[in-house]
């Protein structure tokens, strides 16, 4: 018997909870509550939807015009993603960085994405640049990087209560890439069917999980790693697929699952597959996949007994005065 209350997605401070009865030895009941994280990623495929997805992206910067983006842990790696689809699909030179370690560039454009909007990394570099126009992408526009900025651009409706971030992030992807032309239909599609799903005993005895991204989904094979060491505390590493034999292969067994995001590189999946590791390459959107990717991590975390609502040695946001 399932339970489930949710409240307003625009206000994007909903929980979600199910309650599964399960009778042992006929007296026995197990009750279950989902984790508001999972709520969250199960709440993904609806949340692309919404139509300020693509009101948003209409207001980041066009073609033709210098960008740097900037972001700090899961906004990093989602800047990364963006950073390299704009550039290599033809829109212009855009440079992605740590906030922690952005230099100081004759941007026409600076991107700062921060969820929160109180990271501090992320509005010093916002507060000091002399980029053209200034925009922060975030979940509200009260937040503190907003007084920083010339526009701030807000998806509240993708907001989290989780620390780990999710939803949050993939909308934000989303958002950034239809703005240079990345059709999100098939994301919503891939998203709503589970395209990427991964059999469960495929999991089964592996201790190593590394991520791999072909072109400009290597951000998105970075941000997957990152979220089984969050949620989980699991073995993850991320490389660009061409340079996974460049020496990481060499740490490849029996006991190594390989998850490849973009365009199959069977060469790659057959040295792979040589070592003994297991290789998941699924044919689907990888912002789509990016969501079983976070599915792999709750599983894990519950394998261990670690609570992805509250992993250790982690705020929602990193402030550090």
Request: aromatic share 6%.
């Amino acid at each position: 018997m399932a339970v489930v209350e949710s409240v307003d997605h625009a206000r994007s401070n909903f929980l979600i909870i199910e309650r599964l009865s399960l009778t042992l030895n006929d007296s026995v009941h197990t009750v279950i509550e989902m984790t508001n994280t999972r709520a969250e990623i199960d709440s993904q495929p609806e949340i692309w939807a919404h139509p300020d997805v693509l009101r948003i992206a209409g207001q980041l910067p066009g073609s033709g015009t210098r960008v740097g983006i900037i972001g700090c842990g899961t906004s990093l790696y989602i800047a990364q993603s963006y950073a390299s689809y704009r550039e290599q699909s033809g829109h212009g030179t855009t440079d992605a960085f740590a906030a922690s370690l952005a230099p100081s560039r004759d941007w026409d454009f600076l991107i700062a994405l921060s969820r929160s909007g109180t990271t501090t990394e992320v509005i010093d570099v916002a507060q000091a640049s002399g980029a053209g126009k200034k925009i922060a992408l975030t979940a509200s526009e009260e937040s503190p990087i907003a007084h920083e900025v010339d526009v701030t651009l807000a998806i509240p409706f993708a907001d989290e209560q989780s620390v780990v971030q999710t939803r949050f992030a993939t909308t934000a992807l989303l958002v950034l890439l239809a703005s240079v032309d990345y059709t999100i239909h098939r994301s919503l599609d891939d998203g709503a069917r589970r395209a990427a799903g991964l059999p469960a005993d495929v999991v089964d005895g592996k201790s190593l999980f590394v991520f791999v991204g072909a072109g400009w989904t290597y951000g998105i094979a970075n941000e997957a790693a990152l979220k089984l060491r969050e949620m989980a505390h699991a073995r993850a590493e991320s490389y660009p697929a061409m340079e996974y034999r460049h020496g990481p292969i060499s740490a490849a067994g029996a006991e190594t699952l390989v998850w490849g995001f973009g365009a199959r590189d069977e060469p790659l999946i057959d040295a792979v597959a040589s070592t003994g590791a297991t290789v998941h390459w699924p044919d689907c959107d990888p912002v789509a996949a990016l969501v079983e990717v976070q599915r792999l991590g709750l599983h894990l975390a519950e394998a261990s007994d670690n609570d992805p609502d509250n992993p250790r040695h982690l705020e929602r946001s990193v402030i550090l005065r």
